[in-house]
């Protein structure tokens, strides 16, 4: 099995919203990585709109040739924007106003009710659903119960994990999440994310191995920054020269 990178764009527009500006665009940062092979883009529509806005969504949704991966909270605000955007998928979220990113996974086992009615609208609409949540197999079952076509495994605890018997501890439990979920319900797609690094992916996907999809962002657009910078000086020492040469 393959697994397909899907690349989460937000910081693109964290540094755009940083300046107020209009650049850099999460959109055009969406097209370079589906040129580049990306099998999807993800971006998280938050509350607060910190980071992507709601045009991005739209405009995503109309220049992307791969798939939109919407993530989002389970409120009646953002069902009503993905009825109207579309996308390939959503991915549920808990969302908190005062975290720096997403902290946990979902408590798909404690709001099962509420769930299933939301993803049950989402689906009505055609639209599947994901749920990002801990790598727990009764949030494992809940999420299939609760009509989810997908699950997202929250990985920043591997992610995280600062000594090698935490990191293998953490890569077993997300090893037995996904084992659990492949062998007791066949259609829900694996999928995982959150923290994931050139490093840290690999024993991920080596040990891992029902995992289908991967969403990752922070640390690649980061590394994106640093693999850019050099050329970014020389473009620029090229303009003031170039101004230089014209006085
Ligand atoms: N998956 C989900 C559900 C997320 O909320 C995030 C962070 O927005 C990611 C994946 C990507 O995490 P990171 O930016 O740490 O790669």
Known sequence: MTVALHVNVDHVATLRQARGSRYPDPVHAAVLCERAGAAGITVHLREDRRHV?????????????????LEMAATAEMLGIAKTVRPDLVTLVPEKRMERTTEGGLDVVGRREELTRFVGELRDAG?????????????????????GAAIELHTGDYAHATDVQTARRELERLAAAAEHAASNHASLIVAAGHGLTVRNVVDLVRLVVPIEELNIGHALVSD??????EHAVTS????????????
């Not at 620029?236 to 006085?247: H, T």
């Open 53 to 69: 806005q709601d045009r991005d969504v739209r405009v995503l949704r109309e220049v992307l040739t791969t798939r939109l991966n």
């Open 127 to 147: 639209i599947p659903v994901s749920l990002f949540i801990d790598p727990v197999r009764e949030q494992v079952d809940a999420s299939a119960a609760v009509g």
């Open 224 to 229: 994106a920054l640093f693999e850019g910078l």
């Open 236 to 247: 620029f020492a090229a303009a003031i020269a170039d101004g230089e040469s014209r006085r």
